[in-house]
């Protein structure tokens, strides 16, 4: 008799999302009556925008309740291509798909390019979804460290040491989740002109591309740096993040015709299109919300400095600030305890959700998001300080 429940698939075989369990823990608590400080969730505390809500309502009542293309419908992928172009990705609407959220854009892209056999090069830390997405694929991640007195960079040495015959792909993300480090251009060209060289694809998650905050360190779409370069770059972008509609589940990418193809055909069997009247809402988006983007960013960039005046005063903790995203990935390793273990302790005894570096690759590390008000920035700062003191001190007794 066979056993059903001990599946063999590669897809059956996928774990639950590791940031994810600190989020249902925090939820319950809620639904209790307690007070929970929810810094684990990679989502904005914005309202999506009225105008892009009345733009979906009124696509609605239009009747645009039918199937579209699998790719999109023919406007928002010229918006996009439009957009990509202003950023330096020469692009067209038939380079672009529409996708139901960033990740199934980075997700179809991995599915599409690489399969049992081929190597993907996944910098440390990583995106948790990023290595269950090549794993599900059949390929084999290749991880390789990066650290923080880099700038979480890759650098030629990484490459000239993991790359070889079987890498089909490199991993970036810019502006990063989990770190919130935003690749500077010297790094960017090195990785292109690399990718160039020895024939690779690169993979660039710029799904939070609308957040960098330093003048310094803007982000650069790696497509942008030559036509090259572009022939060997899957793009993926999002308007979770930077329109606040994390719940319309819309994203969008482009990558030559040749893998746009592959990946059009991969959406169409897995998921047809996207919801048509979110894509009315998302063309608005575009069209009508820069200026709602730019507020959303300074307000972000204004609790980064916040959070991280804060979390300077936390004993024990140790962070570098971040660059772009929402994020601050810290080192908990002067704690004595695994990242899960801190995360659990966290929400149980200060009522904070954090997201376990496990996750992301680096169990001496959680991650703490800030995008939410400043007042639960300041009250779970104070109890986290109380709360890493107290380990402080059990850790010497």
Known sequence: MKDLEHTTGLLGALPPSETLGTLKKGILLAQQGVEVYMLSVGEPDFDTPDVIKEACADAMRRGMTKYTIPAGIGELREACAEKFRASGIDSTPEQIIITPGGKFACGGAIAALCGPGDEVILPVPYWVSHLHMIRASGAKAVFVPTFRENNFELTKEDLEKYVNERTRL??????????????????????????????????????????????????????????????????????????????????????????????????????ANVTTFAQYGALTALRECGNECVKMKNAFKARRELFCSLLEKVPGLKFSRPSGAFYVFADISSYGLSSTEFCDRLMEEAHIAAAPGCGFGEDSFVRFSYACSDEVLKKSA??????????????RA
Request: charged share 20%; aromatic share 10%.
């Open 170 to 271: 490199v991993v970036l993300c810019s502006p990063s989740n989990p770190t919130g480090a935003v690749y500077r251009k010297t790094a960017l060209e090195m990785l292109g002109n690399y990718a160039v060289e020895k024939n690779f694809m690169i993979l660039s998650d710029e799904v939070y591309e609308a957040l960098a905050y330093d003048e310094a360190l803007p982000h650069i779409p790696i497509a942008s740096l030559s036509p090259e370069i572009n022939a060997h770059t899957v793009t993926i972008n999002s308007f979770s993040k930077s329109y606040a509609m994390t719940g319309w589940r819309v994203g969008f990418l482009t990558a030559p015709m040749w893998l746009v193809r592959k990946i059009d055909a991969l959406q169409t069997h897995l998921v």
């Open 382 to 395: 104070a109890l986290l300080a109380d709360f890493c003191g107290k380990l402080l001190e059990e850790k």
